[in-house]
T-cell receptor, first 111, second 112 residues
Framework: QQPVQSPQAVILREGEDAVINCSSS?????VHWYRQKHGEAPVFLMI?????EQKGHEKISASFNEKKQQSSLYLTASQLSYSGTYFC????????????FGQGTTLQVKP | SQTIHQWPATLVQPVGSPLSLECTVE??????LYWYRQAAGRGLQLLFY??????ISSEVPQNLSASRPQDRQFILSSKKLLLSDSGFYLC???????????FGSGTRLTVV
């Protein structure tokens, strides 16, 4: 089952914050986050492996609530370079290594 | 360091023609390999994945097939392309879980 991301699109001004959510109807082993620039391949941002875990990458961090089967990506003080489409990828409880990706959230940061 | 190569970058093929896309990984051994397809403006759909030579799992019934003749080589094929096969095809590899997936640069396929 494909995870559901929300919102579908976000428009920000530089310096503003954003939150992107990823929800699954199935138990999860891990959640990955990727960013894709237009016309390019997705780039790995981070992985969360355990419930309640939080990780950070520059001013981008994420949380994983295993019980709620949800993950959130937090973008703080957004920069122009943060623009792109963000995908969460989930791996089921059996840790197959196969990622099923959400439909993506398009983020546009304006000056 | 590990690198992944995917080619060609773009391809325009007529309906009914065959297809062969190749992906190779360098700098690692026994990687997990994946083929994804992305329709315009859409998400990533898992097509095939492989945990070893000759071991292929198909995720979606379709007009495509995959093969892994060598440890670091993954090939996506079709005998007869359909218009619906158009899209952005991405190969990816993974090793350690914590390192996530690394994607190739992709092949943009247009079937006309």
């Amino acid at each position: 089952q494909q995870p559901v991301q929300s919102p579908q699109a976000v428009i920000l001004r530089e310096g503003e914050d954003a939150v992107i959510n990823c929800s699954s109807s199935k138990a999860l082993y891990s959640v990955h986050w990727y960013r894709q620039k237009h016309g390019e391949a997705p780039v790995f941002l981070m992985i969360l492996l355990k419930g309640g875990e939080q990780k950070g990458h520059e001013k981008i961090s994420a949380s994983f609530n295993e019980k709620k089967q949800q993950s959130s990506l937090y973008l703080t003080a957004s920069q122009l370079s943060y623009s792109g489409t963000y995908f969460c990828g989930t791996d089921g409880s059996s840790n197959t290594g196969k990622l099923i990706f959400g439909q993506g959230t398009t983020l546009q940061v304006k000056p | 360091s590990q690198t992944i190569h995917q080619w060609p970058a773009t391809l325009v093929q007529p309906v009914g023609s065959p297809l062969s896309l190749e992906c190779t990984v360098e700098g690692t051994s026994n990687p997990n390999l994946y083929w994804y397809r992305q329709a315009a403006g859409r998400g990533l759909q898992l097509l095939f994945y492989s945990v070893g030579i000759g071991q292929i799992s198909s995720e979606v019934p379709q007009n495509l097939s995959a093969s892994r003749p060598q440890d670091r080589q993954f090939i996506l094929s079709s005998k007869k392309l359909l218009l619906s096969d158009s899209g952005f095809y991405l190969c990816a590899w993974s090793g350690y879980v914590a390192d996530g997936y690394t994607f190739g640069s992709g092949t943009r396929l247009t079937v006309v």
